[in-house]
T-cell receptor, first 113, second 112 residues
Framework: DAGVIQSPRHEVTEMGQEVTLRCKPI?????LFWYRQTMMRGLELLIY????????DSGMPEDRFSAKMPNASFSTLKIQPSEPRDSAVYFC???????????FGPGTRLLVL | GQQVMQIPQYQHVQEGEDFTTYCNSS?????IQWYKQRPGGHPVFLIQ?????EVKKQKRLTFQFGEAKKNSSLHITATQTTDVGTYFC????????????FGRGTSLIVHP
């Protein structure tokens, strides 16, 4: 299995631009999580999906952030417009029957100038 | 909300010394997971503990779940430079959301 796949691996953009992060979960996993990691705040859960349905988005910082999961093999996290304080590493993770056992992707390192 | 606290935040050791990180919850946990994140990498699942007082070992790593299921520890014997990284615990609150909450992690630095 290829594991969780994320793209791009690195993104540098200017403030105000739209940023789209992509994730392909492990085949057969029905939970998908989006996390943000910074030195200041650690690993924060932004949103998670179960069977493609958003279950809890209380961790999404504000309306500039949105996430979708149109099918079982693809999810996006969009930031529009981006701000410098959004600079972080964004991880996607998926899990199957044992929901607590999460498999993380390599992350997208986002820098907003 | 549920809080999972980890101490210490950082730990410097000489290669060959032992290392322990502690995870404490304000509420009883159904289970607890441990992850390791290498510098520049992503969290990787290590183990899950479920039973009160449970102890599990993986080579030089010993994981323990407290009797009250409110705390856990990870002990590494005779650290090696390959142990460098951040160790996270994640706990699921009994009767609460089945999604675990991550601690802030303990960063281990091993000096050769």
């Amino acid at each position: 299995d290829a594991g969780v796949i994320q793209s791009p691996r690195h993104e540098v953009t200017e403030m105000g631009q739209e940023v789209t992060l992509r994730c392909k979960p492990i085949s057969g996993h029905d939970y998908l999580f989006w996390y943000r990691q910074t030195m200041m705040r650690g690993l924060e859960l932004l949103i998670y999906f179960n069977n493609n349905v958003p279950i809890d988005d209380s961790g999404m910082p504000e309306d500039r952030f949105s996430a979708k999961m149109p099918n079982a093999s693809f999810s996006t996290l969009k930031i529009q417009p981006s701000e410098p304080r959004d600079s972080a590493v964004y991880f996607c993770a998926s899990s199957g029957d044992r929901v607590e056992t999460q498999y993380f992707g390599p992350g997208t390192r986002l820098l907003v100038l | 909300g549920q809080q999972v606290m980890q101490i210490p935040q950082y730990q410097h050791v000489q290669e060959g010394e032992d290392f322990t990180t502690y995870c404490n919850s304000s509420t009883t946990l159904s289970n607890i997971q441990w992850y390791k994140q290498r510098p520049g990498g992503h969290p990787v699942f290590l183990i899950q503990l479920v039973k009160s007082g449970e102890v599990k070992k993986q080579k030089r790593l010993t994981f323990q779940f407290g009797e009250a299921k409110k705390n856990s520890s990870l002990h590494i014997t005779a650290t090696q430079t390959t142990d460098v990284g951040t160790y996270f615990c994640a706990g699921r609150r009994t009767g609460g959301s089945y999604i675990p909450t991550f601690g802030r992690g303990t960063s281990l630095i091993v000096h050769p």
